[in-house]
């Protein structure tokens, strides 16, 4: 059984950063890519940034390029996300996710069938 535990989130001032943790169990790590997404109220839930199974490959929504950085630890079966520039319009709900591939095809949210329980982020202006 696939688990995906969270970690970290909160509430930031405008600027600052914050970083969020997942842990990953039940399948094996090198071959899980890994993605985070977001959801606003009244917004759909849309790709952050996404992650290959041996962290080859790293992709970024173009809202948050430069700004987040996603990265993976092997020897904690966790990913990571570590968000900079903090933005109002970054304020969401912050899901990690895993696919039972170890590529990344697609950033589409059907084909990540594993997910977290996600953690609020909230940046005040």
């Known amino acids: 059984q696939v688990q995906l535990v969270q970690s970290g989130g909160g509430l930031v001032q405008a600027g600052g950063s914050l970083s969020l943790g997942c842990v990953v169990s039940?399948?094996?790590?090198?071959?899980?890519?890994l993605g985070w997404f977001r959801q606003a109220p009244g917004k759909e839930r849309g790709v952050v940034a996404a992650?290959?199974?041996?962290?080859?490959?790293?992709q970024y929504a173009d809202s948050v390029k430069g700004r987040f950085t996603c990265s993976r630890d092997a020897a904690k079966n966790m990913v990571l996300l570590q968000m900079s520039s903090l933005k109002p319009e970054d304020t969401a709900v912050y899901y990690c996710a895993a696919r039972d591939r170890s590529y990344i095809s697609t950033w589409s949210v059907s084909t990540f069938p594993y997910w977290g329980q996600g953690t609020q982020v909230t940046v005040s202006s």
């Open positions: 992650i290959s199974g041996r962290g080859s490959t790293t």
């Open positions: 039940g399948r094996t790590f090198s071959s899980t890519a």
